[in-house]
């Protein structure tokens, strides 16, 4: 995905740490479904106005998720919700953010991880991703919501399809089968 470049290490910005966490997804009879491993940034370490500017990434308020449910089921709307994987990793980084190389991996010595893109672990990752996400939205002709950012609109006199975004789960709805999946398609190569 183009995560990162390795690069010689700068003298002048240390790079944030990095490490594996691993889960086992297990089925509801309690086998083995898949191994999870995602790569944490330790973003921790990096300060306010230095090394990033804004962190605030928009959710959807419960109060109009279930609104919109019950929106659908009074007109019998079909209600998808969608996750999308490794939604960190789709979000662009702004900020020059280096990181130690993750363990396992090799590089030549005194060389750092450029990011290109954000990872769980970042303060600014998921403003990273919905703003992503939002530019997906926008290009696509949908609009904010008046009452809630994280709700996208596309509505004609004869169509409204309505997303809604909550960290890396979407909920698709509307009245036009043919708009919802175009909606779906514009996410399909990152969706599980």
């Known amino acids: 995905m183009h995560t990162w470049n390795l690069v010689p290490l700068p003298p002048d910005i240390p790079p944030v740490t990095c490490k594996w966490v691993y889960k086992i997804k297990t089925h509801s009879d309690g086998s083995i479904a898949r191994y999870k491993a995602h790569l944490v940034a330790q973003g921790i370490s990096k300060k306010y106005g230095l090394d990033y500017e804004e962190t605030f990434a928009l959710v959807a308020k419960m109060t109009y998720v279930r609104t919109l449910i019950f929106v659908a089921t009074i007109h019998m709307w079909p209600l998808f919700q969608l996750e999308v994987k ?107």
């Not at 702004?94 to 990872?119: D, F, K, Q, Y």
């Not at 996208?152 to 009245?175: E, N, R």
Request: hydrophobic letters at 40%.
């Open 86 to 192: 490794n939604a960190f990793l789709h979000g662009h980084l702004s900020e020059h953010m280096n990181m130690e190389p993750p363990p396992g991996i090799s590089h030549p010595p005194n060389h750092v991880c450029l990011l290109r893109r954000a990872l769980y672990g970042l303060k600014q990752a998921p403003r990273a991703w919905f703003e992503r996400f939002t530019s997906i939205m926008l290009s696509a002709g949908f609009v904010h919501s008046e009452h809630d950012s994280a709700m996208f609109v596309k509505a004609s006199t004869h169509s409204h399809v309505i997303v809604f975004l909550y960290v890396d789960d979407m909920i698709i709805t509307g009245d036009d089968s043919r708009l919802i999946q175009q909606t779906k398609d514009l996410f399909n190569p990152i969706l599980t």
